[in-house]
Structures are given as C-alpha cells and as structure tokens.
C-alpha cells in the first residue's frame, strides 16, 4: 500500500482562468525560493509547484484511488 499526505492550495470554484493562472504563477515562483525550499525540505516535505491542471489531474487520481479503496474495504461512517 502507498499513501502519502499532500497539500494543495486551492481557489474557489469558477474562480476566473486569469486569476487562477496569476496566483498560480505567485505561488509556483515562491515555492522555488532558496529559503522557502530549505524550510520545505526540514520538513521533509517535497515542493511540486506544478500546473493547475496538473494539480486537478491529481486530485481527480486520489480521489478514485482512495474510493475503490473505501469500496474494497467497505468502510462506511459512523
């Protein structure tokens, strides 16, 4: 089994494609700062920094990854 944590920032749904690329590219060229690495890396944390579509392609694979999961053991709330 692999699991991992992972964080994302996220903007509001139908938040315009213009905005979402700007802060994008704000938050992708912070991450890639030497200190903001150096802090990230103490934590041992690795920085992606990646697309926005990449970022929703992700969610989308972690999502049905962890549902056949949940399915597969049927887990269900309580």
């Given amino acids: 089994m692999v699991s991992a944590t992972w ?8 938040t315009p494609g213009e905005i979402v690329a700007k802060l994008n590219a704000a938050i992708v060229e912070a991450l890639r ?7 990230l890396a103490e ?5 992606i920094g990646n697309s926005p579509a990449e ?3 992700f969610i989308r694979d972690e999502k049905r990854r962890w549902s056949e999961v949940i ?3 049927n887990i269900k709330p309580e």
């Avoid at 700062?33 to 802090?39: A, N």
């Fill in 55 to 57: 970022a929703a392609a």
């Fill in 7 to 14: 964080f994302a920032l996220l903007a509001p749904p139908k």
């Fill in 43 to 47: 934590m041992y944390a690795e920085v």
């Fill in 33 to 39: 700062q030497p200190e903001v690495q150096r802090r």
């Fill in 71 to 73: 399915r597969a053991a």
